[in-house]
């Protein structure tokens, strides 16, 4: 099932005409320790976003924890939560953008002057998220690049095709529209 999801997504970003690198001249390449860490750091920053918007939204710290209770790796997750409630920031994604940044830097280790590649595929990714929600919330494809296009730019068709191409869940979608931006980068 997997590669069958990985395969259509490719298929679908290679006919919408996707580039997925910022700019095809560049040379941005990460080792595969990089990868795996840089991967790592998309996990952690959607853990970031989601208590960003909770606590832009009121929410308060032990609700946020109290709903990954269940999961693996809970101490690392609170302390994710932790740094999240103790930072000022106006918007979610803006907040979950910076994280991922600057995970990259000092998790994964990547010089800033490398992250331009790897932010760009964490967009995307975050891009191919929003968009499986706009699907599953009844949105047609014409609907959802009509609202995303004009602050997404071109992008957006090719992420909305590829995610509207095949089934899956959010973080499946998510994590294979990461790799394969990811892949056209990284040194094999």
Known sequence: MKKIIMANLLIALTLAGCSTTPDSTQKNLYSKDETARLTYCVGLSDIAFYAAQKKLDGMGIEEVKAKYASAKNTEIIYSVIDVVYSEEFTSSYSYQKSFFHDCGIKLAEVDASRMQSADFCNHNQFLAGVVHSMKENGNSREQTLAKLKAKEGDITTSIVNA???????????KLDIWKLCLDSVAKK
Do not use: L
């Not at 191409?165 to 959010?170: C, K, P, Q």
């Open 163 to 173: 995610v509207y191409s095949v089934s899956g869940t959010r973080s499946e979608i």
